[in-house]
Antibody, heavy 121, light 106 residues
Framework: EVKLVESGGGLVEPGRSLKLSCAAS????????MGWVRQAPGKGLEWIGE????????NYTPSLKDKFTISRDNAQNTLYLHMSKLGSEDTAIYYC??????????????WGQGVMVTVSS | DIQITQSPSLLSASVGDSVTLSCKAS??????LAWYQQKLGEAPKLLIY???SFQTGIPSRFSGSGSGTDYTLAINSLQPEDVATYFC????????FGAGTKLELK
């Protein structure tokens, strides 16, 4: 069974940084792209980005490219999201996802339970 | 960027009804469309991709159709467990989600 478990969320002050983790199990992590999607409270879904199996390609939504960094550790079956210069607009549930990546986009067939990040002083 | 408009934003229906949810793209997306179901307090779940291909385990009362810019998710014989918010997403030229349709029971 595919399992994605996020951690590292919580309350963070504006302007600070935070790093989320996603522990993957139930599949061969090395064989799959991985990614992140977020959802502001009571709002819709926003794709953040995705990383190729060997980290050679990382795609981001343009508005977050300078603030967020996606990385992975295949030896630990773990995906990361480093977020910097956080603002109130970044308050959201962050989901780890396993995308099916096509040439022009991707859809998401497995999701973690999500982790809440609240940006507030 | 492709814009996605879902309608209605809120849909009330009774158990046993057939309902249709709409998703309209700002330009052609060539069937590159997925539907997700999100129950309260849970993560989204993929229902359908490529407009009408089922994810494993999805009940047959769900179906997807459409072409060009206009796509629909149909639910036949609505069940209480179908109460959720439904999001569509295009993956043609990047990834964009609609704002969702909240489906509730009358």
């Amino acid at each position: 069974e595919v399992k994605l478990v996020e951690s590292g969320g919580g309350l963070v002050e504006p302007g600070r940084s935070l790093k989320l983790s996603c522990a993957a199990s139930g599949f061969n992590f090395n064989d799959y792209w991985m990614g992140w999607v977020r959802q502001a409270p009571g709002k819709g879904l926003e794709w953040i980005g995705e990383i190729k199996q060997d980290s050679s390609t990382i795609n981001y939504t343009p508005s977050l490219k300078d603030k967020f960094t996606i990385s992975r550790d295949n030896a630990q079956n773990t995906l990361y999201l480093h977020m910097s210069k956080l603002g109130s607009e970044d308050t959201a549930i962050y989901y780890c996802v396993r995308p099916r990546v096509l040439g022009h986009g991707s859809f998401f067939d497995h999701w973690g339970q999500g982790v809440m990040v609240t940006v507030s002083s | 960027d492709i814009q996605i408009t879902q309608s209605p934003s809120l849909l009330s229906a009774s158990v046993g009804d057939s309902v249709t949810l709409s998703c309209k793209a700002s330009r052609y997306i060539y069937n590159n469309l997925a539907w997700y179901q999100q129950k309260l307090g849970e993560a989204p779940k993929l229902l359908i991709y490529h407009t009408n291909s089922f994810q494993t385990g999805i009940p047959s009362r769900f179906s997807g159709s459409g072409s060009g810019t206009d796509y629909t998710l149909a639910i036949n014989s609505l069940q209480p467990e179908d109460v959720a918010t439904y999001f569509c997403q295009t993956y043609y030229s990047g990834n964009t989600f609609g704002a969702g349709t909240k489906l509730e029971l009358k």
